[in-house]
């Protein structure tokens, strides 16, 4: 069966928006899926590679199906579900509570807070300090102490958008190179914290272990392989944020692809089953 493309405004916007060292990490991960033909087996991806966005709409349904039952591919026609369903599936993996009605940002806010919380938790004290000496600079509002207390919680409610977005940043660098690949840093980010981005970045490294952790998970027959989903939607949850933080302009209507609920068959081949 082919796979089912579907514009999804929740995972789309975000694809287009990224620049091509920024697809990279989930290339790479959704080309370690064993379940289904590689995306090198279709014609767009070999032709653009290493071009991710020329090929957005592959990254898309990959990403989707491999989220979604099996079964549940199947009789959608190879369509896998929706974006936000995805997320929740992750969501309720990692035992992060949430509710049906939280929007996507607010989902994945929290998954951002359940990682960078257990990265924080498996640093050292010299590390913790350095961490927390940054998100307080750039929290005016909050003293150490509350912002302390909020990271080892993995509750950024009274975090600034500046914090939220290193926040962000540092999760984005730990998945890249929990994968295997150097993500450089955005301008805005590193010029927000100047010299101490490579110590910052060091200092989650040191963490990677327990964030790799997180991935991992027991295979089920017809189930999501979670551990390459996680690192993808906390991948795309990190571009969303950063990509809000520097207000980027919106994506020309042309680039958006189809209107929600078309349809196009592409790469014809077998419907991945997420193993």
């Not at 033909?37 to 990403?63: M, N, T």
């Not at 944020?241 to 207000?247: D, E, F, N, R």
């Not at 680039?255 to 929600?260: H, S, T, V």
Request: aromatic share 6%.
């Amino acid at each position: 069966m082919a796979w089912a493309y579907t514009f999804d405004s929740d995972l789309d916007v975000v694809l287009q928006a990224a620049h091509n060292e920024e697809l990279e990490p989930l290339v790479i991960l959704l080309s370690k899926d064993q379940s289904g033909k590689p995306l090198s087996g279709c014609p767009e991806f070999a032709h653009y590679y290493p071009d991710h966005q020329r090929y957005v709409h592959l990254i898309s349904v990959k990403l989707r199906a491999l989220g979604g039952h099996q079964v549940g591919n199947l009789l959608r026609r190879g369509q896998g579900p929706s974006y936000l369903s995805v997320v929740q599936s992750v969501a309720a993996h990692l035992k992060v509570p949430f509710s049906k009605d939280e929007s996507i940002t607010q989902l994945e806010q929290k998954l951002l807070e359940h990682a960078f919380s257990a990265c924080y938790q498996s640093m050292d004290e010299q590390d913790q300090s350095l961490v927390l000496e940054q998100l307080t600079a750039s929290n005016e509002s909050s003293g150490r102490a509350l912002v302390a207390t909020e990271v080892a919680a993995g509750n950024f409610e009274h975090l600034s958008p500046k914090g939220r977005l290193l926040v962000a940043a540092l999760v984005s660098h730990a998945v890249s190179r929990a994968v295997g690949f150097s993500l450089e840093a955005r301008a805005l980010v590193s010029t927000m914290v100047g010299k101490s981005w490579q110590q910052l970045t060091l200092a989650v490294s040191h963490s990677l272990t327990r964030l790799s952790a997180l991935f991992a998970g027991l295979s089920a027959v017809g189930r999501p392989p979670y551990q390459i989903l996680v690192p993808c939607v906390l991948h795309v949850a990190t571009l969303r944020l950063m990509q809000a933080g520097i207000k980027l302009p919106p994506a020309p209507t042309a680039a958006l692809g189809q209107p929600e609920g078309a349809t196009d068959a592409i790469c014809a081949e077998e419907a991945p089953s997420a193993d």
